[in-house]
């Protein structure tokens, strides 16, 4: 069993199914509702001193579903949520393209990840990425962050079902490793990169933070084909 990584720096968060429920193409604040369990967690982990930063896709801005300022509704009122719980978001940002456009800023690319950390001088090294989606784990693996983690609300169990992993029983955290090399996967390998799959987001606060064992010896490297 390897040691849990030591509270990073900053904790790089995808938004719609990570954070909060996700709503198909969400534009009005009033459909922002924190998922069970998310605000207490951002709260312990700004109390260890970590940054929170959210990186997300917003398509529906590309297709014309709904505006940048009702993304920005949609932010604030997340933002007001969570001050309750004294979780505090350092930075936004957001990939308003289509799938097809082809830009730099859409995750699995780095774009957001290369924004920010002009911005605030971060590394790579003293970075953690957690999110619902293939494409927010191979987010942070693509920017050599010291881990990124799936987590299984939203879309995570679909996304884990894929890749054939499995949490073992009574674990809310395990450590696991690629089945292959995945379609957006741009590094070269998941040297620096310690690969998780977590229950939720308490699960990566009592991770980061020190209040919960991850088994890393019989995880989640990849379960048998179903």
Known sequence: MNPAPVPPRAVFLDRDGTIIEDRHYLADPAGVALLPGAGEALG?????GCGLFVVTNQSGIGR????????????????????????AIAAVRHCPHEPSA????????????ESLRAAHGLNPAEC?????????????????????????????????RELGWVLPEGRDAAECRLPERLPGMTAPGPERTRLFLLRNLDALARLLTGGAECDASRGCSPSSPR
Do not use: H, I
């Open 64 to 87: 014309g579903y709904f505006r940048e300022e009702d993304f920005l509704a949609c932010q604030n009122r997340l933002e007001e949520l969570l001050r309750p719980f004294g979780a």
């Open 102 to 113: 082809g830009c730099a800023c859409r995750k699995p690319g780095t774009g957001m990840w």
């Open 44 to 48: 312990r982990l700004c109390a260890a």
């Open 128 to 160: 953690v990425m957690a999110g619902d989606k293939t494409e927010d784990l191979l987010f942070g693996l693509n920017a050599g962050f010291a881990a990124s983690c799936l987590v299984l609300t939203g879309k995570g169990e679909s996304r884990a």
